[in-house]
């Protein structure tokens, strides 16, 4: 990530690999951590074709990726790295999940490449 972490800050680092078709699961991020805020995200699609969405829900149990609303959508570009920075970060109150899909807001197919995700979190 290119802004520097504050003493308390964590990088959670999230890698995805899936064959062909694989079914998307979410992934608790931050186990034992109930709370936090996010500062950043920067999402390696750089070998994916296609463009991934990363999708993030803030609840005590694991979601069911294809059906459950998300808190937080962000969009990664095939053969690209990029970055979101939040200026006073995304709080959230309860165990934080993510998972990667080829479609934005339904379904659950998740990409045919390795993906990355980078995560730096404040712990509540």
């Known amino acids: 990530l290119t802004i520097p972490a504050k003493a308390g800050d964590v990088l959670v680092k999230y890698a995805q690999s899936y064959p062909t078709g694989g079914m998307l699961t979410a992934t608790q991020v931050d186990p034992g951590n109930s709370g936090g805020t996010i500062q950043a995200v920067e999402i390696d699609a750089s070998i994916v074709a296609a463009d991934c969405y990363v999708r993030f829900w803030f609840t005590n149990s694991e979601p069911i990726a294809a059906a459950e609303a998300v808190k937080l959508l ?4 095939g053969g690209k790295k990029g ?5 006073s970060g995304v709080t959230y109150t309860s165990e934080l999940w993510i ?7 339904t379904g659950d197919i998740a990409p045919d490449e390795d993906l990355a995700v980078n995560i730096l979190l404040t712990p509540a």
Do not use: D, P
């Not at 970055?83 to 200026?87: E, N, V």
């Not at 998972?99 to 807001?105: E, F, G, K, L, R």
């Open 74 to 77: 962000l969009k990664g570009y």
């Open 83 to 87: 970055q979101y920075t939040f200026g």
């Open 99 to 105: 998972a990667v899909c080829t479609t934005s807001i």
